[in-house]
C-alpha cells in the first residue's frame, strides 16, 4: 500500500488557502497549513514533506528565505511557488532559489493540481532511473554515483544540491549529446516553458565552479553557441 503523501501549504490568504487545501485532500494528499512565513519555516524544519506549496508574500518569513532554506536541506522537496507577482524576474528568481515550478495568481486549481501530480511523477521517474542506472561513472577526474548520490572530483567529495546533481547525471548519462535549455528543462525539471530557461544557465554556471578546473574554460560541460549544452566524457587518468 502506498503511503500517503504529506504537503505543507503555506499561504497568508485564508480563501487560496481553503481552496487548496479542498482540492488537494480531494486528491489523497494529507495537509497541513501553515498561514505565515514563521510557522511555515518551523513547519518545514520538522521534515517529512512530500511536497511545498508556497507563496511568495508572507508575512513574517517571506517565501524566498523559506525556499533557500528548504534547499540546504538533506532531503529533497518538491516546491510549487505562488505568488500575485507574475514579473519573469520573480519566477526567474524563485526558479533559481529552488522552487520546481512557479504560478501566478490567480489560478486554476485545477492547474495547480496537476503540476503537484506531474512533480510527483517526475520525482518518480528520476528514482526509477537511478535505479535502473546504479553504475557509477567515472570520467577521468569525475566520478559519479547514482545511488549515493555521491560526486567527486580527484577522489574529494564534490557537495552538490540535488537538482544540480540531477543536471550532472542527466549529462553524464548522455555524453556527446546536444541539449537545448528548453530541452533540459524538460527532461530534469519536468517541465518546458519559456522563461524559465535562466535557471538552466544557473545551475550549468553553478555545477563548472564546482566540476572544472577553470570554469571559464570547461572542459565537461560545454556550451554549443546557439544550440545549447553538451556533456563531454573525457578518458579516465
Given at each position: ?8 501549504i503555506v ?8 481552496l ?7 486528491e ?18 520538522q521534515g ?11 508575512p ?11 534547499r540546504?536541506?538533506?532531503r ?8 500575485a507577482r507574475?514579473?519573469?524576474?520573480h519566477?526567474?528568481?524563485?526558479l533559481?532559489?529552488g522552487?520546481?515550478d512557479?504560478?501566478?495568481k490567480p489560478?486554476?486549481?485545477l492547474e495547480l493540481?496537476a503540476?503537484?501530480?506531474a512533480?510527483f ?9 537511478l535505479?535502473q542506472d ?14 549515493a548520490r555521491?560526486?567527486?572530483?580527484r ?7 540535488p537538482r ?6 542527466f549529462?553524464?548519462?548522455?555524453p556527446?549529446?546536444?541539449f537545448?535549455?528548453l530541452?533540459l528543462?524538460?527532461q ?10 535562466h ?5 550549468i554556471?553553478?555545477?563548472r565552479?564546482?566540476?572544472e578546473?577553470?570554469p571559464a574554460?570547461p572542459?565537461?560541460?560545454l556550451t ?6 553538451k556533456?563531454?566524457?573525457?578518458r579516465?587518468?
Open positions: 500500500m502506498m503511503k500517503t503523501k504529506k504537503l505543507l499561504e497568508d490568504d485564508e480563501n487560496i488557502a481553503e487548496l487545501q479542498l482540492h488537494l485532500r480531494e489523497g494528499y494529507e495537509i497541513v497549513h501553515a498561514a505565515d512565513g514563521t510557522l511555515g519555516l518551523e513547519l518545514l524544519k517529512g514533506w512530500d511536497a511545498l506549496i508556497l507563496d511568495l508574500m508572507l513574517g518569513v517571506d517565501g524566498l528565505e523559506i525556499c533557500r532554506h528548504a540546504t536541506m538533506t529533497y522537496t518538491p516546491i510549487v511557488m505562488i505568488s507574475s514579473s519573469e524576474t519566477r526567474v528568481l524563485g533559481e532559489l522552487a520546481d512557479y504560478l501566478a489560478f486554476s486549481m493540481v503540476r503537484v501530480k512533480l511523477r517526475r520525482q518518480e521517474a528520476m528514482s526509477q532511473n535505479m546504479a553504475g557509477t561513472l567515472t570520467f577521468d577526474r569525475l566520478t559519479i554515483d547514482p545511488l555521491d560526486v567527486r572530483l577522489q574529494q567529495p564534490v557537495e552538490l544540491t544540480e546533481f540531477d543536471l550532472l547525471w549529462f553524464a548519462k548522455h556527446g549529446k546536444v537545448s535549455r530541452n528543462l524538460n530534469v525539471w519536468g517541465y518546458q516553458h519559456e522563461g524559465y530557461e535557471t538552466v544557465n544557473t545551475h554556471n553553478r555545477l565552479i564546482k566540476i578546473d577553470n574554460e572542459e565537461f560541460i554549443v553557441w546557439g544550440k545549447g549544452y556533456f563531454i566524457a573525457l579516465n587518468e
